[in-house]
Structures are given as C-alpha cells and as structure tokens.
C-alpha cells in the first residue's frame, strides 16, 4: 500500500512538472485564437467630408455588388449619416436620393452668434423624419458615431441609447453650427480630432475597409472668407486621418474628391458616381470576387 502511494505520488508529480508544457502548448495553438476571436468579420469606417461623404454611398454599393456588407460601420460627420442611414436599412441609391434633400439653406437657421452661426433644429427634425431607428440598439448594423467633446477636449464615440443627438453632434461643423448638448456636455464635428473613424472599429474586425473622403489635396480656392476658414478647417480634419489611413486592409480614397467643396451640395449625384466608380476599379485590381464570400479582403 505505501508502494502505492508513493507510485500514485509519483505520477501525480509528473503530471503536475508536465503541466506547464502542456498549458503552453495548447495556448499557442488553440487558447491564442479563442482569445484573439474577433466579434465582426469586415467592418467600415466612414470618414467626414460634407457633401463629399455621399461617395460613401456610391462605395457601399459597388462592395454590395462583389458580395461584401460590413458587419459593423463607423462614422464620423457626413461619414455618420450615411453609416446611420445605411444600417438603418437604406439602399444606397436611396441615401443618394436622402442626400438630394438636404441643402444647406433650407437644413438650417441664421442665428445671432452663440457658438455658431447656425442652428441644426431643422436638420434634427430631418433625421427624426428619415430613420426608422431612435436608437442604436434598433439598427440593423451596429453603428458608432464620432463627436468631438467640445469641452473636455476628447473624442467621444457613441454607441449605444439615443441616436439622433449623437449625428447631429458629429456633423456640427465648429463656427458654422451651434454645439449639440448632450447630457451637459457641448459636442462639435467629430472630424476635429478624428476624421477617419478607423481605430474605433480595429479592435474589433478581422479586416477593415475604410473609406476616406477627404484626401490631402491641396486644390485652388476662393479669397473668400468662408473659403479660407472651409480650407483652414480642412486641413486640419485632413492632417489627423493619417494614422488611421495605415489600420486599414483596404483603403478607398477617390483622389478626384479634391475637386468639390464641403458644402457642394448640388454636386451630389456626381459625387456619388465618382465614389462608385473609383471602388469598382480598385476592387477589379484588388479583390478576386470568386475569394470576397470566402475569405473576406
């Protein structure tokens, strides 16, 4: 019996010396990957860019036609209300059509200057009337949308409860238009500290395709007032994409976007074209389409 024991004492310290090896091996082979799961296949993110945002939709539908939907999408200004749209069930022909709607004089109101010149009561009600979802819960992709925190000086991404402030906030352009509050807290265009949303999704997506509307470009422009803080503005939202542009699998940025203004709005049509044209060539050199169903990017 004392043999026994010492021989069942023996085995059991065996296995126990054995243990570290056999719990390394299995983390570099199976626990590594359960671990490093991600929740969402293919994700997108949605730069900002005013009426250039509409290239977004013409994007989305050249991806619809390879096969590729996002799981997950996020955006930041113009780049949001496509992404809320989008996930809210809209085809992106009928975004474009959305799009075709809003105009700048009749979206807003002339106001005495109290942080901004413009107030957004008109564009709320819009988005109240055009999606079908009140909350982020009710989407159908799972959204985040991108304001800047006025004043705590961070950017705040939003994903859950309440949707429509949240857009608002991220396309409140700073001057222009008055600050969203939300919950006490004053929110402008989510561009002036992240203009290309893709680090809020990276963690989460096997591959990531962004879609940027705001290329470096550095075009003529008027000697206008409006003009030179539109430009000085630009330039600023255009200079914090580039650590984003690198997390990126799949970069889509329509060089030609350098030819509009933010606020060109009765250039949408054209620009949402060029966005679809400038993804089906670049998906004809990238991507086999036989592999996009299989194995994603």
Known sequence: MKEMLLSDKGISASIQSALPKIFKISCNMDLVK????????????LSGGGVKGLCHA???KALEEVGIKPEIISGVSAGALVGALYSDGYTPDEIAVCFEEINFRT????????????????FQKFLS????????????IPLRVVATDLDNGKSVTFKSGQLIDPIVASCSFPVLFSPKVIDGIHY???????????STIRKDCEKVIGINASPLVADEYKQSILHVALRSY????KANILHDKGLCDLLIEPVDMGNYETFDVDKGREIFELGYRSAKQLLAIKLDPKLVLTDGI
């Open 58 to 60: 013409g994007v989305l």
């Open 129 to 140: 009337k055009k999606l079908h979802a009140k909350t982020f819960e009710e989407l159908s």
């Open 34 to 45: 359960v671990f490093d799961k991600r929740p969402y296949k293919i994700g997108i993110a």
């Open 107 to 122: 979206m807003t109101k002339i106001r005495i200057p109290n942080g901004g010149f413009f107030k957004t009561d008109i």
């Open 188 to 198: 402008v265009d989510g561009g002036v500290l992240k203009n290309f949303p893709v």
């Open 234 to 237: 630009n330039f600023m939202f």
